[in-house]
C-alpha cells in the first residue's frame, strides 16, 4: 500500500486532548487520510475485523498496529466505543459499521516501549471502567499500575476474597497434603498468598512483567512465570492438582494484535489447561465477562475443550458485590472428589457439584419396547422448537435467535 | 524458579513434539531454605520426570541425587535421608539468573530475577490463523469447523506488505 501521508496528527476531538506526543517529532499522518486506507486495508480483510466487532458487541475495544513501510513506521490503532470523534471521513465510517464506534490513531515507533509510554495517556481519557478495553494486559499493568494495583488495601482485600472463595470452590482433598496448584494471571501474588496460607505449593503465570517484579519483591512463596496463557500453556500433562485464576480469563476475549483470534486464544489456553491438570483436578475462574455472549464464548470453548463443570454466582442480585466462578471439572465426574465430598459433609459448592453428577450416563435396557413417536399432523409446533433450542443452547451451542419467523412453515410454493 | 517447576515446564513453540525437559544454562543459583514437608514430596514424586531432574539439579551444581527413580519403598520408608535430598533439590534451589533451552529447536527461554520469560514470538504460536493481505488474494475464509482444523497450523506473516 502505498501510503502517501506525511502530515500531521491524530486531530481527534476538541475537547479530548487533541493529539498524543510521543516523539518529539511524531510522525505525521492525518486522521482523514489515514482513515481511507484502514478502510480499504479493511475491505481487503474486512472478515477478521467485521467478526472483532461483531464479537465486542461494539463495546470493546480493537487495536493493532499498522505499519506503514514506506516510513517504517508503525502506528497503534484503537477503536474505542466511548470517544467522540467526527472525522471528515465519517460518512464512509458509516459505510463500514464504524458509525458506533471512534477512531483514535496514535503514531507509534516499532515497540512495545513506545506503547508503554502512549498508555498513560489514555488512561486519562478515562474511556472505560474496564481495564481491558484500554491496553493489552502487559501494557496496561505498567510499573506504575502494578504498584498502584497491589498497594491498594481494598483491592487487597477483594482480592483475599476471592481467592479464598475459589480455593473453596476447588474441593481439594482435606487430608492436609500440601497440592500443586496454578495461578493463572497471578499479578502481583495477592491471590497466591492466599494460597500459601493454606498450605500449598503453586505457580503463577501472568503476561505483565511489571506485576511478576512487584510480586518477587513481596517475596512471595510461589514460582512465576512470565507468559501469555493465550499461547497456551507449556506445562507437562497431567501435573497439577487444581487451578485458579482471578479476574483473568475476560481479558483473552480482546484481540489485541491482528494475529489474535479471542475464539483461539481460549481454546489454545483451556485446550492446554486441560491437558495439564491431573485426572479428577478441578479449575476456578473468577471472570469478569463483560456480556453475555462473552460468558457464553468462554463457557463454550472451556466445554469444548473437554470440561464439565458450569458457573457459579455469588450475589446474584448485586451488580457490584456479583461475582461469577467458572468451576470446571477435568475429565468424567471423578470418584476421588466424590468421596470427598461425602467425606467432608455439604459444602456451599454443592449445587454445582450435583449439576456434574448429573453428567452420569445410565445404562438402558436395550430391549425396552419403544415409545411410539406421536405425530402430530401439524408437525411438532413451535413450542417443540423453542424448546429444543432452549436445549441446545445450555449445551453451549450457537443457536439463532428466536423471532416471529421461528418455527414457522414455509410457503406452499416452495 | 524451582526445580519442581522446571520439572513441569516444557517447550510449548509450534511443531515442537518433545520439548521436555528444558535444558538449564545456569548463571546464578540461589538457595532458600523451606519447610520440609514429606507428605508432599510423597505425593509429588509420581509426577516427577526422574532423569530431567536428576539432570536438572546437577547443572544447578547439585548432584547427590542417584541416578536411577528409587523405588517406592524408599519413598515411603521412615528414613528421611533421601527425602531431605529430594526436598532440597525440588524446593531449595532456585535458579536466578540463566536460561532455559528448548531440547529440539534450540531457542532460548532466558531467566531473570527467577522469573523465566516464556513469551513466544507471534511465528511460534501454536493457534493462529493466517489472512493473506498480498493483492489479488481474497482473505482467506473459514467457513466449516474442518477449514479452521486445517488453518490452525498456518502462522501469520506480518512482514508481507500490504497491499
Request: charged share 30%; hydrophobic share 35%; proline share 5%.
Amino acid at each position: 500500500m502505498n501510503l502517501p501521508v506525511r502530515k500531521v496528527t491524530a486531530d481527534v476531538n476538541r475537547s479530548q486532548p487533541r493529539r498524543v506526543d510521543v516523539n518529539t517529532e511524531p510522525p505525521f499522518l492525518t486522521l482523514e487520510k489515514l482513515i481511507p486506507q484502514l478502510l480499504k486495508r479493511q475491505s481487503t480483510r474486512g472478515q477478521e475485523h467485521e467478526r472483532y466487532l461483531r464479537f465486542r458487541g461494539q463495546s470493546g475495544r480493537c487495536s493493532e498496529y499498522v505499519s506503514d513501510h514506506n516510513s517504517s513506521r508503525d502506528f497503534l490503532v484503537s477503536v474505542f466505543p466511548d470517544v467522540n470523534i467526527k472525522p471528515s471521513g465519517e460518512s464512509s465510517l458509516a459505510a463500514s459499521g464504524f458509525i458506533a464506534v471512534g477512531l483514535f490513531v496514535l503514531p507509534l515507533r516499532n515497540s512495545v516501549a513506545q506503547s508503554c509510554r502512549i498508555v498513560p495517556a489514555l488512561k486519562t481519557l478515562k474511556m472505560s471502567t474496564r481495564p481491558e478495553l484500554l491496553a493489552p494486559p502487559e501494557i496496561f499493568y505498567d510499573d506504575s499500575e502494578a504498584r498502584k494495583y497491589t498497594s491498594s488495601s481494598r483491592i487487597v482485600e477483594i482480592q483475599a476474597r476471592l481467592s479464598e472463595r475459589a480455593l473453596e470452590l476447588l474441593a481439594l482433598p482435606e487430608d492436609d497434603v500440601p497440592r500443586f496448584l496454578l495461578d493463572i494471571g497471578c499479578g502481583s501474588g495477592l491471590s497466591g498468598e492466599t494460597i500459601s496460607e493454606n498450605g500449598h505449593q503453586w505457580i503463577g503465570l501472568d503476561i505483565s512483567a511489571s506485576m511478576l517484579n512487584v510480586a518477587v519483591e513481596r517475596e512471595v512463596e510461589g514460582d512465576l512465570l512470565l507468559g501469555d496463557m493465550g499461547q497456551g500453556l507449556g506445562l507437562r500433562a497431567g501435573v497439577i492438582d487444581g487451578a485458579i485464576s482471578i479476574s483473568a480469563v475476560q481479558w483473552l476475549c480482546n484481540a489485541d494484535k491482528s494475529s489474535h483470534e479471542p475464539r483461539l486464544r481460549l481454546k489454545a489456553f483451556f485446550g492446554s489447561l486441560y491437558r495439564c491438570l491431573s485426572r479428577g483436578a478441578r479449575a476456578v475462574f473468577q471472570v469478569y465477562p463483560e456480556s453475555i455472549a462473552q460468558r457464553e464464548l468462554i463457557l463454550r470453548q472451556a466445554l469444548q475443550a473437554g470440561f464439565g463443570g458450569g458457573l457459579v454466582v455469588d450475589y446474584p442480585h448485586s451488580t457490584k458485590k456479583r461475582k461469577e466462578f467458572l468451576v470446571l471439572t477435568c475429565g468424567s465426574v471423578p470418584t476421588s472428589i466424590n468421596d470427598g465430598h461425602k467425606g467432608s459433609g455439604s459444602e456451599d459448592d454443592d449445587d454445582d457439584s450435583e449439576d456434574e453428577d448429573n453428567g452420569m450416563v445410565c445404562v438402558s435396557d436395550r430391549n425396552r419396547p419403544r415409545k411410539k413417536q406421536r405425530t402430530n399432523k401439524k408437525g411438532k409446533g413451535r413450542e417443540w422448537v423453542l424448546r429444543k433450542k432452549e436445549q441446545s443452547r445450555r449445551k453451549g451451542n450457537d443457536v439463532p435467535a428466536d423471532s416471529k419467523y421461528t418455527a414457522r412453515k414455509r410457503k406452499s410454493r416452495f | 524458579m524451582r526445580l519442581i517447576t522446571h520439572n513441569m515446564l516444557s517447550c510449548n513453540i509450534k511443531g515442537v513434539t518433545n520439548g521436555f525437559p528444558l535444558k538449564i544454562e545456569a548463571e546464578k543459583v540461589v538457595e532458600k531454605e523451606v519447610d520440609f514437608n514429606p507428605d508432599f514430596l510423597r505425593h509429588m514424586f509420581a509426577k516427577i520426570e526422574w532423569k530431567a531432574l536428576v539432570e536438572a539439579a546437577r547443572s544447578m551444581g547439585y548432584a547427590e541425587l542417584p541416578e536411577d527413580s528409587p523405588d517406592a519403598t524408599v519413598i515411603e520408608s521412615a528414613d528421611e535421608t533421601f527425602l531431605r535430598k529430594l526436598h532440597h533439590a525440588l524446593l531449595e534451589l532456585h535458579l536466578e539468573e540463566g536460561a532455559l533451552v528448548c531440547p529440539e529447536t534450540g531457542r532460548k527461554f532466558p531467566v531473570n530475577k527467577g522469573i523465566p520469560n516464556m513469551l513466544l514470538h507471534e511465528d511460534e504460536v501454536k493457534q493462529t490463523v493466517c489472512i493473506d493481505l498480498r493483492k489479488g488474494n481474497e482473505p482467506t475464509r473459514i467457513r466449516s469447523p474442518k477449514d479452521r482444523v486445517l488453518m490452525q497450523d498456518v502462522c501469520i506473516d506480518l512482514s508481507l506488505q500490504v497491499p
